[in-house]
């Protein structure tokens, strides 16, 4: 079927904002952090954003070379 | 219940009544100011009536202010605000060519009246693991969606009928899944977005008798934005989305700086001698979704567009899906 290596991106971009989420919401969002005593929500969020935004360059360099493997011959092409 | 549904028959009979009787006139309008475009993709010069923004943005307001009328609340006024101003956004722009940056800066500032109207939910859910709070981050999420939902079904409005019959499609994916967790209000203010898209279909497909213009397609963008964080579902807009998603990401990744297509110099799809479409292998030419379907060899205009509702289909599936999973936990 045309553009079936298009359907399988779209399903393991689908899987990667799935796993994703499930990173965030179960690993990452219950870490506090404390021992700075009026700056600890502050620099609670600003650590959190901070790995949120890793995991977002991180997910685009996956895709990027998802794209690269699955596309390879038709971008050669 | 039973009023809800009589209400959204009404809203979604406004809705694709208005686009559907406006746009012919709009077209002689457009015709007759000299406002038209070559199209490309058809062997004779062909010229296109363009932007036919006006008369989505017409199909849009009618119908949310009658929604406004029977249940006003702030997620409506905030829906017609953003819509509007994406508008007129885009319509600045199909009268002037603006830089590559212009769009997604005055698209963040057309995403103000869902903050200042306050009706936003800063927590983001995720199927089977749950939501997280992101009380700050949230605020730059909207600021960042609106711009990115626009910019997206502009990109994709590259052949006769392809943004429209999209939006039909993944704004009815959407519809269903606001049902399916039990966002009924906000589900019926989604409705106008697949009517109105479906409606302009009709003149939009191939071969088109009016182009949306960036008008158009900011207007159906910005309106999608608005209802996926309105109705707390940003992650499954995005998943019903993925298609047009995938043809920005292409895009960006291929030329590496934001930029409008139009000052893209090296074609990514040229044509056969008998007028199909064909993916370029030109190497400095950006990757885009179409030159990826086109890579197995030449299609006709129209068999591309099937290709890419399909994918539509296949992606508001999954968005389907997704709104299922909304409802477990592991």
Known sequence: ?77 | MLDKTIVGILISAIAFVTVYVITPGLINILTKRNMVVKDFNKPTAIMVARPGGPSILAGILASEFALYAFFPSNEILAIIITTSLAFLVGFADDRKVLGGWFKPLALAGSAAPIILLGVYYPHLAFPLFGSVSIPELYLGLIIFMIPVMGNSINSIDVLNGVASGFMTIASFALTICLFIVHNYDIALASLPLGFVSLAFYKYHKVPSRIFPGDSGALTLGAMYGTLAIVGHVEVIAAIALLPAVINSFLFLSSVKRIIEHRQIKAKPVVHTEDFRLMASDDKSAPVTLVRLILATGPMTEKQVGFVIFRLALFSAALAIITAFMMGIKI
Do not use: E
């Open chain 1, 1 to 77: 079927m045309k553009g079936t290596p298009i359907f399988f991106y779209i399903f393991v971009m689908w899987a990667l904002i799935i796993g994703g989420g499930g990173l965030l919401v179960s690993i990452i969002a219950p870490l506090s952090i404390h021992g700075f005593g009026k700056l600890d929500s502050l620099i609670d969020s600003v650590v959190k954003a901070g790995i949120a935004m890793v995991l977002v360059v991180l997910w685009i360099l996956v895709m990027s070379k998802i794209k690269n493997w699955i596309f390879h011959k038709q971008i050669s092409h």
